[in-house]
Structures are given as structure tokens and as C-alpha cells.
């Protein structure tokens, strides 16, 4: 830098306040309480944490089955399940986690940008999380829970 030079504020977020609020804690403790408003949910919602809403609660989205119990509280013409009980449990949450993703893009003509990838649920990186969870709250918001 040289002397005399004029620093110019940005605004990016190396130099944004800190916000509670946006926290992925934060985000995950008010998506389980708008989840809890989702019906038939109350089991899947026992699954997690208080204590660690973040962990607990992707770990219950990645089997599967939560994802569709959200997208048929919207009450759609056809129902979204996984025949096969007994399977694989890795492979019932991909198959579930697929048809979920293929009703958001076919039945209810979401972008793919809206959208997440089975990767993204399954991986261990919070990014992938946090495209996630923005499906599920779309879905409560659109079925009016």
C-alpha cells in the first residue's frame, strides 16, 4: 500500500457485524420449529438434539424419508414414498432424497439453482448443508404450515 493512499470501506463480510440470527445454529433452531408445524413430522423432529439442532437435524434429513413426509404435507396428486422396506438404509435415503429433489424440479417447477444435489445432503461439508435447508423451508412455507 503506499502512503497517502485512501482505504475505501466495503462492504463484505470480512468487515460485516456478526448476526445471531444467520448463524447456521440459528437457521437450523428456526427450521425445527417451523418443521414441527409440518404434520406426521413429530417423529422425526424426536430425533434431534436440542442441544445440536445442526448436527441432529442433517442427520435425520439425510435418511431420506423426512424430505418426503415434507413434500406430501403439501398434499400433492401423487404421494412420494420408497417401497423396499428393509433395504439399504444408505440407499433408501438416496433414492428418497432423489425423488424429492425430482418432485421440486418436475411437480413444482423449482429452478435448479433452488435446488440441491444428493451430494450436498450426504457430504460432510456444511455448504452442501446449507443448500439444503433452504428446500425444506420453502416446502413448509409453500404449504402454508
Not at 12 to 40: E, G, T
Not at 57 to 81: F, R, S, V
Not at 98 to 116: G, T
Request: net charge neutral; proline share 5%; charged share 20%.
Amino acid at each position: 500500500m503506499n502512503s497517502g493512499s485512501t482505504v475505501i470501506a466495503t462492504a463484505n463480510i470480512i468487515n460485516q457485524k456478526a448476526d445471531a440470527s444467520r448463524s447456521l445454529y440459528q437457521i437450523c433452531v428456526a427450521l425445527r420449529q417451523r418443521l414441527r408445524q409440518v404434520p406426521n413430522f413429530e417423529e422425526y423432529l424426536a430425533q434431534v438434539d436440542q442441544m445440536d439442532p445442526v448436527d441432529s437435524l442433517w442427520a435425520m434429513l439425510k435418511t431420506g424419508l423426512p424430505l418426503l413426509t415434507i413434500y406430501n404435507a403439501l398434499q400433492p396428486a401423487e404421494l412420494l414414498h420408497v417401497d423396499g422396506a428393509g433395504q439399504d438404509p444408505k440407499k433408501t435415503a438416496k433414492v428418497a432424497t432423489f425423488r424429492f429433489v425430482q418432485a421440486c424440479l418436475k411437480e413444482l417447477n423449482m429452478p435448479s439453482a433452488d435446488c440441491f444435489v444428493i451430494s450436498d445432503l450426504t457430504g460432510n461439508d456444511t455448504t452442501g448443508f446449507v443448500k439444503v435447508r433452504f428446500s425444506p423451508v420453502q416446502f413448509v412455507g409453500q404449504a402454508g404450515i
